[in-house]
């Protein structure tokens, strides 16, 4: 009971850190320009994002904000964009507008809003298997919002996790599986237009924003599933493989020998089909 307590409390603490979508917390504090000062998790998962943003040529980055809020995908989820914005849009966005001096977080611009929900939720994983590793249970399996860490591996049966399949009103994890696969000391996240989107004038619009064109991506990836040594990481590079499409994400994937990779897509017949990187091939249990 006292675990459970303990877990409970420390995703208070990351939501008081992290969340645009509560008005106290810190992050909420420093979009609004309230203050500038950081404290530890703020601190981590800046400089993490930052070199995710680095090594992904931008693809990744957590200044995306006002185009999120913009396209209706923001805490009050109210569509404004207009084409005529999209200048004033991008000149608030860019990971070279914003850096870190010591507690403090320095933007070029006040009106920029900093958006950590593509990889707060995976370092919330990390940060909760730490503290049950820290108490000395030494296998087990956290998961937040379909991010998962695994530890151990299961007394020798091994962690089954399994993909889902990123097909339009799928929205509860592990109805519709695409692949099953075995997951030990790792974690995983996945990234996919699937389940928010909202349908305008027959358009689908997806919550995955390109931060160079400042538009929801429109290609043939569907879902972009990372295994990684953290959440935190999956995370971060499962967004940046949905931004960047199918050839780029293949291109991340093979040329970090720490990501393994599933990616979800549509050939040129609107068939679905998948493709895995050889770590996940070897893992890959059930289709």
């Known amino acids: 009971m006292a675990l459970r307590q303990d877990i409970e409390e420390l995703f208070a603490v990351v939501d008081n850190s992290l969340s645009i979508y509560n008005d106290s917390s810190l992050i909420s504090a420093i979009n609004a320009n309230r203050s500038d000062r950081t404290d530890t998790l703020f601190s981590e998962v800046f400089r993490l994002a930052s070199e995710v943003s680095s090594e992904s040529g931008g693809l990744f980055d957590v200044t995306i904000g006002p185009l999120v809020k913009a396209w209706g995908f923001g805490p009050d989820a109210m569509k404004r964009f207009d084409p005529l914005m999209l200048d004033s849009l991008l000149a608030l966005v860019g990971m070279n507008k914003v850096r870190l001096e010591g507690d403090r977080i320095i933007k070029a611009d006040p009106a920029m809003f900093i958006d950590m929900n593509a990889i707060a939720k995976g370092y919330s994983v990390d940060l909760a298997v730490d503290l049950i590793v820290g108490r000395g249970i030494k296998e087990c399996l ?4 379909g991010e998962i860490r695994t530890a151990g591996d299961k007394n020798g049966m091994g962690w ?3 993909i889902d399949t990123p097909a339009d009103g799928n929205f ?3 109805t519709d599986i ?3 696969i075995r997951l030990d000391d790792r974690a995983l996240a996945t990234s996919g237009n699937y389940r928010k989107f909202y349908m305008e004038n027959g ?3 997806s919550h995955t924003i390109d931060p160079r064109t400042g538009y929801p991506v429109r290609h043939t990836l569907l879902s ?3 295994i990684a040594p953290t959440c935190a990481v999956a ?3 499962a967004t940046a493989c949905m931004v960047g499409g199918k050839e780029r994400a293949i291109d991340f994937i093979e040329s970090h020998d720490f990501l393994e990779g599933y990616l979800v897509y549509s050939d040129e017949t609107g068939a679905m089909k998948s493709w895995a990187s050889e770590g996940i091939r070897k893992i890959i249990l059930e289709r």
């Open 142 to 145: 956290v998961e937040v919002g």
């Open 160 to 162: 089954k996790v399994g």
């Open 172 to 174: 509860t994890p592990g």
């Open 178 to 180: 695409q692949a099953t």
């Open 203 to 205: 358009l689908k619009y």
């Open 224 to 226: 972009a599933t990372i």
């Open 235 to 237: 995370d971060a590079w």
